[in-house]
């Protein structure tokens, strides 16, 4: 069965550092990868995915992603973060017959310092 | 659009008693899902509906029972509540249930058990 790994559970970043948060999956076929974000409160928004096509993948808000399918892994970036980048993130990979459920990585809570 | 809606926003239940969580979207989607999330644990998926008149079990089905009432419409309900149900809940809903699909999510209910 696919899953994903995230290998991070929190990361402290001041504000305009770069931000990297790692994600690997486990998969023997095709895949699709998706990242999505908690901001404080709220329900969880797409910030990218990948399904074919070019391996680096532009969201919104700036952010990135890469998809290797050498090292198994959709680590997400971003140039430049914000306080309002403040958030969990979570990886997550379809699962199940015909990809119909999704499957989480534990997430990554980022805490974004002035 | 709102989207997907869940009420209500908070509960607090006594151990034993029951509830039902509502979900309802408004974009025309065919697969709506519940899902709970924990500490550490990401979101795990609770039941699914692929399309109006399915539902499926996903990881952490026990304890629960779902009815899709029509297209727009998803709960989920509670029966004998228990102190480890105290999570957070969120619904969300997509076009279709292959794996390329993005899911959009409600704002979540909160659920505390005592």
């Known amino acids: 069965a696919q899953s994903v790994t995230q290998l991070d559970s929190q990361v402290p970043v001041f504000e305009e550092a770069p931000v990297e948060l790692r994600c690997n999956y486990s998969?023997?076929?095709?895949?699709?990868l998706f990242w999505y974000v908690q901001y404080p409160n709220q329900g969880l928004q797409l910030l990218l995915k990948y399904l074919s096509g070019s391996t680096l993948v532009k969201g919104i808000n700036g952010f990135e992603a890469e998809f290797n399918k050498s090292q198994t892994s959709f680590h997400l970036r971003k140039p430049s973060v914000h306080i309002s980048d403040t958030a969990e993130y979570f990886c997550a990979v379809p699962t199940g017959t015909a990809g119909n459920k999704l499957t989480f990585g534990g997430g990554t809570r980022v805490l974004v310092k002035p | 659009n709102a989207g997907v809606t869940q009420t209500p926003k908070f509960q607090v239940l006594k151990t034993g008693q029951s509830m039902t969580l509502q979900c309802a979207q408004d974009?025309?989607?065919?697969?709506m899902y519940w899902y709970r999330q924990d500490p550490g644990m990401g979101l795990r998926l609770i039941y699914y509906s692929a399309s109006e008149g399915t539902t499926d079990k996903g990881e952490v089905p026990n304890g629960y029972n779902v009815s899709r009432l029509n297209k727009r419409e998803f709960s989920l309900r509670l029966e004998s509540a228990a102190p480890s149900q105290t999570s957070v809940y969120f619904c969300a809903s997509s076009e279709a249930s292959g794996g390329s699909y993005t899911q959009y999510f409600g704002p979540g209910t909160r659920l505390t058990v005592l």
């Open positions: 974009m025309n989607h065919n697969s």
């Open positions: 998969s023997s076929v095709s895949v699709y």
